[in-house]
């Protein structure tokens, strides 16, 4: 068993805090705020991001990033893609270079179009880094409900210690060493997800959504061998996978966004009532300025960006997808 820092305490890192407690390590989590801490502790439970949820008085809460991470052998970073590099350059000067980080966070730096390992590499290259990914809601893995994800990183030996250490009963780990596949399939999802809940808030049935989140992996997947991935790795847990659960469930962030944009709220009272962060909106912009980039056709991400940030209609997105020209059925094409 290891000693295991999260970094993060949203509902996705307090959940994977949960398990791994629950199944021998020992287990902080550093928050950004005393006050969050105190009522964490208080309540042995995140009542705002995972409610129901026991977080037991073995876990430590702590909000000092040097003493967070001292002594730590696995780092978890789980911190919403517009702030890893600002914490990632907190943390910097404490983490050590036996210490392994392993990201867990879905998606792109929007100015930059880096991939998260690029930003963590960038801010912390002492230290040996894993991508660990995978249709994985924080609600089920925080209640003990069998999950599967997978893990990458560019040293395979440290890949499988992770997987090793961090598979229970309940939590199985895949190895796979394409880490641009995995981190592109788990973050471009989440943009394919608004559009699936833009459909449901609109009242269109099953036939519309499975289009959508067919489609959309064909997009996604020639954006990603576009840019260095493999395209099996589309097919496998990062792609398909979490796709089809962040498109069809409600424990979803981005799918609950789309379907409220599509009843035809504005973006920011869209976002004020998920009241977390959605990722997909994030990335939204920086898949088309990716797709642009690398000249890869993404029509459905050009037409959620036209939807989040130009005032399109979202009815009037879907029929200008359903018009366009006749195309060959092909996942690269």
Known sequence: MKKVTVIGSGSWGTALAVMLDKYGHQVTIWSWKEEEAQRIRADH????????????????IITDPQEAVEGAEI??????????????????????????????????????????????????PQCSLCTLVGPSHAEEVGRDIPTACAISCKDMAVAKMVQEEFM????????????IGMELGAALKNVIALAAGMSDGLGFGDNTKAALMTRGMAEISRLGVAMGGQANTFMGLSGIGDLIVTCTSMHSRNRRAGIMLGEGKS?????ESVHMVVEGVNTAKA??????????????????????????DARVAVMDLMMRDGKSESVHK
């Open 45 to 60: 439970e995140h009542k705002e991001f995972l409610p129901g949820i026991e977080i037991r008085e073995s876990i430590e």
């Open 75 to 124: 780092v978890i970073t789980a911190i919403p893609s517009k702030f890893v590099r600002v914490n990632m350059q907190k943390f910097a000067p404490f983490l050590k270079k036996q210490q392994v980080l392993v990201n867990v966070a879905k998606g792109l730096e929007d100015h930059s179009l880096l991939r998260l390992s690029q930003v963590i590499e960038e801010c912390v």
């Open 168 to 179: 229970n009963p309940k939590f199985r780990l895949y190895t796979n060493p394409d880490m």
């Open 267 to 271: 973006l920011d009272e869209t976002l």
């Open 287 to 312: 898949a088309y300025d990716l797709a642009k980039k690398y000249n890869v056709d993404m029509p459905i991400t050009k037409e959620i960006n036209e939807v989040l940030f130009e005032g399109k």
